[in-house]
């Protein structure tokens, strides 16, 4: 099976612009998370999904950033209007429903730097 | 709440010898706890997991035992090679609960040869 594929793999963008993060789960997987990781705070959840629809987005900073899964197989995590302090490497992982000790997938990650 | 302590490290050994890492965890349920590794530049992969007490997981040499009365789950390898030089990440899911990881702060290892 593919793993977890993220794109892009760098993005380095100015202040003030759009960035849309991509995301494709594991095929067969009913659960995406979305995750940012900095040197300050460490492994942060921003926000994850069930079955296509978003369960928790407590971690989600601000409402500069959305995420979207419009199918099983493709989400989005979108910052607008981005700002240097949102550089950090983001993650998404999938995962699969079963009874017990149900690990995340994680991809390669996106390295974002807002500069 | 549910949260997770491991030493943070970083932690710099010889290659061949002996390796621990402490884990220990609060949890309000009955949590499958696991550990990840990260390598340079990659995403977390799943390293082990143990689902209930006195269960051991193990891979790749590496090994962690789920001890119920002490709250802990220690990571512990025989002989660290310099390909396991990483940051590795205790986590916990709490069954039956939310679907969040609950993740320590990492501890980077550096293998030296």
């Known amino acids: 099976d593919a793993g977890v594929i993220q794109s892009p793999r760098h993005e380095v963008t100015e202040m003030g612009q759009e960035v849309t993060l991509r995301c494709k789960p594991i095929?067969?997987?009913?659960?995406l998370f979305w995750y940012r990781q900095t040197m300050m705070r460490g492994l942060e959840l921003l926000i994850y999904?069930?079955?296509?629809?978003?369960?928790?987005d407590s971690g989600m900073p601000e409402d500069r950033f959305s995420a979207k899964m419009p199918n099983a197989s493709f989400s989005t995590l979108k910052i607008q209007p981005s700002e240097p302090r949102d550089s950090a490497v983001y993650f998404c992982?999938?995962?699969?429903?079963?009874?017990?000790?149900?690990?995340?997938?994680f991809g390669d990650g996106t390295r974002l730097s807002i500069l | 709440g549910n949260s997770v302590t491991q030493m943070e490290g970083p932690v710099t050994l010889s290659e061949e010898a002996f390796l621990t890492i402490n884990c220990t965890y609060t949890a309000t349920g009955y949590p499958s706890l696991f550990w990840y590794v990260q390598y340079p530049g990659e995403g977390l992969q799943l390293l082990l997991k143990?689902?209930?007490?006195?269960d051991k997981g193990s891979n790749k040499g590496f090994e962690a035992t789920y001890r119920k009365e002490t709250t802990s789950f220690h990571l512990e390898k025989g002989s660290v090679q310099v390909s396991d030089s990483a940051v590795y990440f205790c986590a916990l899911i709490n069954e039956g609960g939310s679907e969040k990881l609950v993740f320590g702060k990492g501890t980077k290892l550096t293998v030296n040869p």
């Open positions: 992982a999938s995962s699969r429903t079963v009874p017990t000790a149900r690990p995340q997938h």
């Open positions: 999904f069930n079955n296509n629809v978003p369960i928790d």
């Open positions: 095929s067969g997987h009913d659960y």
């Open positions: 143990a689902t209930k007490a006195d």
